[in-house]
């Protein structure tokens, strides 16, 4: 088959991001979607309205079943990730819960990676257990060796990779080649990375969850999940979302469509802000550790080299002396870094993390500080670091300036 430069299929990622999901029929000239906002779909007739509601999760039929703002959205996202069709949903966590919730029953067993995101782990305790779904943590490390803790009525594995807090790698292709031939869906949180530098797809996972409300709403003023399905496990994600009535409005899908056009470009000056502050603290003598995947010595390096194309600006970094109070003076005392949850917006972010177990001790001694490198310059950055770090040895803890 002839390939131009017009042709989607023959287009490089980069491209694809600027035109994935731009409906010229909607747009009517327009370069945006426009957003739709719409509870009742009218149509023409009867048939038309029966036949728009059997073929319900798939084109426009009710708002709460998704707006053409949101379809937008949902297929640009599934097309930059390499997956069959995506949900937006109302968060990360929903994403999260929906996924899990489409794939379980009561008496079946689960596998989640003991790094993952707090709440994942919150979900697995505090409403799979009372439901009757039996959650076993492993080790991010674990690999094909997986395969030991499979049980008849295992339903999925859940991996977050790098991990929540200490960005530990997993080995996405020894574990989905482990699965190869089971009922075992592989499903993955892939926030940090993004559809950008990991395409979950080419992993052999049956979902892909993104909290959009970071990297892709990209401006810390979005809320939204999203979920990537694979062909085989759309229909059953998209009639449990529609169980328990999951939708999102068509202002908060604009949002997430214009974050997406300038993911990348964002992100590649994330990495290398993030690696410029990385590289800073790994040379100081207070750092006992960074935990970035990007860096030559952090464990994971080698897979995360092989299976992603780029390193986002989220890390933790380790104190030589782990003194919970230093730490604090450490974030309190820093002033170009917003203190609070959440990252992935423009902005610089700092945040003491704990990091829970069920597998073992967490690969750091200590507490650790959580940073999110924005786009700022990281000279500053540096600066800013450089101070707290320094004030922090003699310093107490004071409370932050209230934000005027
Ligand atoms: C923030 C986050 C979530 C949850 O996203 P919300 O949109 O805040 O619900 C899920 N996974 C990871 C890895 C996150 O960092």
């Given at each position: 088959m002839p390939s131009t430069p017009f042709d989607a299929r023959t287009q490089r990622p980069t491209t694809r991001l600027t035109q994935a999901g731009r409906n010229e029929s909607l747009c009517r000239g327009a370069v945006n979607v426009p957003v739709v906002h719409a509870s009742s779909i009218g149509f023409p007739s009867v048939a038309a309205y029966e036949a728009a509601e059997k073929d319900r999760f798939n084109g426009l039929f009710y708002g709460r079943y998704g707006t053409p703002t949101a379809f937008a959205l949902e297929e640009a996202v599934a097309e930059m990730e390499g997956g069959y069709r995506a949900l937006a949903v109302p968060s990360g966590v929903a994403a999260i819960s929906l996924a899990i919730l489409s794939l379980v029953k009561p008496g079946d067993h689960i596998l989640v990676v003991d790094s993952c995101y707090g709440p994942t782990r919150g979900f697995c305790e505090g409403y799979l257990k009372e439901l009757g779904v039996e959650t076993t943590y492993f080790p991010?490390?674990?690999?094909?060796?997986?395969?030991?803790?499979?049980?008849?009525?295992t339903r999925l594995v859940f991996g977050e990779s790098p991990g929540s807090g200490t960005f530990e790698v997993m080995d996405l292709q020894a574990i989905s080649g482990t699965l190869k031939g089971t009922e075992v869906a592989l499903v993955i949180d892939n926030t940090w990375a993004t559809p950008c530098f990991l395409r979950a797809f080419d992993h052999g996972v049956a979902f892909s969850i993104h909290s959009a409300t970071k990297y892709i709403g990209g401006h810390s003023d979005l809320m939204m999940g999203l979920v990537v399905a694979d062909e085989a496990h759309y229909e059953p994600l998209r009639r449990t979302a529609a169980f328990l009535g999951l939708c999102v409005g068509p202002d908060d899908c604009y949002l997430a469509l214009r974050g997406l056009r300038s993911l990348r470009a964002r992100l590649e000056m994330h990495q290398r802000n993030a690696l410029a502050v990385a590289r800073w603290l790994e040379a100081r003598g207070e750092v006992a550790r960074v935990l970035y995947p990007?860096?030559?010595?952090?464990?994971?390096h080698a897979i995360w080299r092989r299976d992603f194309s780029g390193a986002s600006g989220l890390f933790s970094f380790e104190l030589a002396e782990p003194d919970p109070a230093r730490l604090t003076a450490i974030a309190d005392g820093l002033e170009l870094f917003c203190l609070g949850a959440s990252w992935g917006g423009y902005e610089s972010m700092v945040l003491p993390v704990k990091a829970p177990r069920s597998c073992g001790p967490a690969p750091v001694e200590g507490a650790i500080l959580r940073l999110h490198i924005g786009l700022e310059d990281p000279a500053d950055l540096i600066a800013d670091l450089e101070q707290a770090l320094t004030r922090a040895v003699s310093w107490q803890s004071r409370p932050r300036q209230a934000a005027q």
């Amino acid at each position: 088959m002839p390939s131009t430069p017009f042709d989607a299929r023959t287009q490089r990622p980069t491209t694809r991001l600027t035109q994935a999901g731009r409906n010229e029929s909607l747009c009517r000239g327009a370069v945006n979607v426009p957003v739709v906002h719409a509870s009742s779909i009218g149509f023409p007739s009867v048939a038309a309205y029966e036949a728009a509601e059997k073929d319900r999760f798939n084109g426009l039929f009710y708002g709460r079943y998704g707006t053409p703002t949101a379809f937008a959205l949902e297929e640009a996202v599934a097309e930059m990730e390499g997956g069959y069709r995506a949900l937006a949903v109302p968060s990360g966590v929903a994403a999260i819960s929906l996924a899990i919730l489409s794939l379980v029953k009561p008496g079946d067993h689960i596998l989640v990676v003991d790094s993952c995101y707090g709440p994942t782990r919150g979900f697995c305790e505090g409403y799979l257990k009372e439901l009757g779904v039996e959650t076993t943590y492993f080790p991010a490390h674990l690999g094909g060796s997986i395969s030991g803790l499979l049980r008849p009525n295992t339903r999925l594995v859940f991996g977050e990779s790098p991990g929540s807090g200490t960005f530990e790698v997993m080995d996405l292709q020894a574990i989905s080649g482990t699965l190869k031939g089971t009922e075992v869906a592989l499903v993955i949180d892939n926030t940090w990375a993004t559809p950008c530098f990991l395409r979950a797809f080419d992993h052999g996972v049956a979902f892909s969850i993104h909290s959009a409300t970071k990297y892709i709403g990209g401006h810390s003023d979005l809320m939204m999940g999203l979920v990537v399905a694979d062909e085989a496990h759309y229909e059953p994600l998209r009639r449990t979302a529609a169980f328990l009535g999951l939708c999102v409005g068509p202002d908060d899908c604009y949002l997430a469509l214009r974050g997406l056009r300038s993911l990348r470009a964002r992100l590649e000056m994330h990495q290398r802000n993030a690696l410029a502050v990385a590289r800073w603290l790994e040379a100081r003598g207070e750092v006992a550790r960074v935990l970035y995947p990007a860096l030559e010595s952090a464990p994971g390096h080698a897979i995360w080299r092989r299976d992603f194309s780029g390193a986002s600006g989220l890390f933790s970094f380790e104190l030589a002396e782990p003194d919970p109070a230093r730490l604090t003076a450490i974030a309190d005392g820093l002033e170009l870094f917003c203190l609070g949850a959440s990252w992935g917006g423009y902005e610089s972010m700092v945040l003491p993390v704990k990091a829970p177990r069920s597998c073992g001790p967490a690969p750091v001694e200590g507490a650790i500080l959580r940073l999110h490198i924005g786009l700022e310059d990281p000279a500053d950055l540096i600066a800013d670091l450089e101070q707290a770090l320094t004030r922090a040895v003699s310093w107490q803890s004071r409370p932050r300036q209230a934000a005027q």
